[in-house]
T-cell receptor, first 111, second 118 residues
Framework: GDSVTQMEGPVTLSEEAFLTINCTYTATGYPSLFWYVQYPGEGLQLLLKATKADDKGSNKGFEATYRKETTSFHLEKGSVQVSDSAVYFCALTYTGNQFYFGTGTSLTVIP | GAVVSQHPSWVICKSGTSVKIECRSL??????MFWYRQFPKQSLMLMATSNEGSKATYEQGVEKDKFLINHASLTLSTLTVTSAHPEDSSFYIC??????????????FGPGTRLTVT
């Protein structure tokens, strides 16, 4: 079946450090891949997405590339800020209707 | 952009009472709405899929008599937690689907409702 696996957290980084959150997926077809961010006490917000292999999604300094050969969609940011502290979810969907979420990775950025 | 609201944003109720949570798509008609439950430090667990005018489809292990879902219109779905118990305390998130054309959709998530049962 379809599933998403994320690296376990929590992740703690100093401000301006480089961030990588790993995400791999198992899919029976050709899904779209997403990263969502959840700030404390809030719902999910779409961070970025990629709809086909080799696409790169980017937003707010975050990037992720859809790698079909490694079935991965790792999230990266070159220089994190305290305001990036949140929980990050990797997800896949085929039609945009039903989503499969990873378990989430908590990120804390310290000044 | 599309907005999905939830009401209330947080609620505290006594054990044995029922609580209704509303999910509204504010500026689009949602063909489908989903209800998720999120436990502390865990991912979202899909509870049910709700289509306007029809019965909700519940995921395995979710008690349909306990979590009543009513999708009254294309902009409103409600989740009622009946006879709530402390173990029902959780963060409930809805999402709404907006068709983009063909067989593709955009999914928009509500801000969530924090339920605490005492």
């Amino acid at each position: 079946g379809d599933s998403v696996t994320q690296m376990e957290g929590p992740v703690t980084l100093s401000e301006e450090a480089f961030l990588t959150i790993n995400c791999t997926y198992t899919a029976t077809g050709y899904p779209s891949l997403f990263w969502y961010v959840q700030y404390p006490g809030e719902g999910l917000q779409l961070l970025l997405k990629a709809t086909k292999a080799d696409d790169k999604g980017s937003n707010k300094g975050f990037e992720a590339t859809y790698r079909k050969e490694t079935t991965s969609f790792h999230l990266e940011k070159g220089s994190v800020q305290v305001s990036d502290s949140a929980v990050y979810f990797c997800a896949l969907t085929y039609t945009g209707n039903q989503f499969y979420f990873g378990t989430g990775t908590s990120l804390t950025v310290i000044p | 952009g599309a907005v999905v609201s939830q009401h209330p944003s947080w609620v505290i109720c006594k054990s044995g009472t029922s609580v209704k949570i509303e999910c509204r798509s504010l500026d689009f008609q949602a063909t489908t709405m989903f209800w998720y439950r999120q436990f502390p430090k865990q991912s979202l667990m899909l509870m049910a899929t709700s289509n306007e005018g029809s019965k909700a489809t519940y995921e395995q292990g979710v008690e349909k008599d306990k979590f009543l879902i009513n999708h009254a219109s294309l902009t409103l779905s409600t989740l009622t937690v009946t006879s709530a118990h402390p173990e029902d305390s959780s963060f409930y998130i809805c999402s709404a689907t907006r068709p983009k054309g063909g067989s593709s959709y955009e999914q928009y998530f509500g801000p969530g409702t924090r339920l605490t049962v005492t």
